[in-house]
T-cell receptor, first 110, second 119 residues
Framework: QSVLTQPPSVSAAPGQRVTISCSGS????????VSWYQQLPRTAPKLLIY???DRPSGIPDRFSGSKSGTSATLVITGLQTGDEADYYC???????????FGGGTKLTVL | EVQLVESGGGLVKPGGSLRLSCSTS????????MNWIRQAPGKGLEWVST????????YYADSVKGRFTISRDNAKKSLYLQMNSLRVEDTAVYYC????????????WGQGTLATVSS
């Protein structure tokens, strides 16, 4: 059971928009920055979003993040087949004194 | 180009030990906190441990506390994870990652090293 809650799977057609939610509590999302990661099959995860809504250089603006209260959201627009991957949210938990991840969301581009 | 290369994984019996290493290049290691994150076969990501840039602070997941020890050598540009009293449930790919202080993100990732605990 993950500390952060994500939907197990989402799907949408190419060109469409999809949102992935990440729900936590005051001790984690509510008080710390959220980051998002993309893990393509058989590869290491890659940072997509940091500090709730910032993109590292090289990440297209089709990927965006936001945070409100104890929840965060990743939005992907203009879906491409190459976006099929697992997506994870992460943050620090000040009560646990440790990092926490969501359980991951598998994105299928139909 | 930043590179993180993990090594030291392998097959070990329950109760045994492994020492993972992460060799880095292309970055000033002392500018980053460092972490180990693992992924059991077919499962999600699990944070294991974090060490601050100057080794002043170390943090561990409850699942490994008292059994694993994180350390670093900034001069050798390396990160380590000593894993003792290994259990079957420690079987996973272990990733070495960097974190920018104050941001909490896992910016750079290695390719991972597989540790298998089995009798």
């Amino acid at each position: 059971q993950s500390v952060l809650t994500q939907p197990p799977s989402v799907s949408a057609a190419p060109g469409q928009r999809v949102t992935i939610s990440c729900s936590g509590s005051r001790s984690n999302i509510g008080g710390n920055s959220v980051s998002w990661y993309q893990q393509l099959p058989r590869t290491a995860p890659k940072l997509l979003i940091y500090d709730n809504d910032d993109r590292p250089s090289g990440i297209p603006d089709r990927f965006s993040g936001s945070k409100s209260g104890t929840s965060a959201t990743l939005v992907i627009t203009g879906l491409q087949t190459g976006d099929e991957a697992d997506y994870y949210c992460a943050t620090w938990d000040s009560s646990l004194d440790g990092g926490v991840f969501g359980g991951g969301t598998k994105l299928t581009v139909l | 180009e930043v590179q993180l290369v993990e090594s030291g994984g392998g097959l070990v019996k329950p109760g045994g030990s492994l020492r993972l290493s992460c060799s880095t290049s292309g970055l000033t290691l002392s500018n980053y906190n460092m972490n180990w994150i693992r992924q059991a076969p077919g499962k999600g990501l699990e944070w294991v441990s974090t060490i601050s840039s100057s080794s002043s602070y170390m943090y561990y997941a409850d699942s490994v506390k008292g059994r694993f020890t994180i350390s670093r050598d900034n001069a050798k540009k390396s990160l380590y994870l000593q894993m003792n009293s290994l259990r079957v449930e420690d079987t996973a790919v272990y990733y070495c990652t960097t974190t920018r202080p104050g941001l909490g993100d896992y910016l750079h990732w290695g390719q991972g090293t597989l540790a298998t605990v089995s009798s």
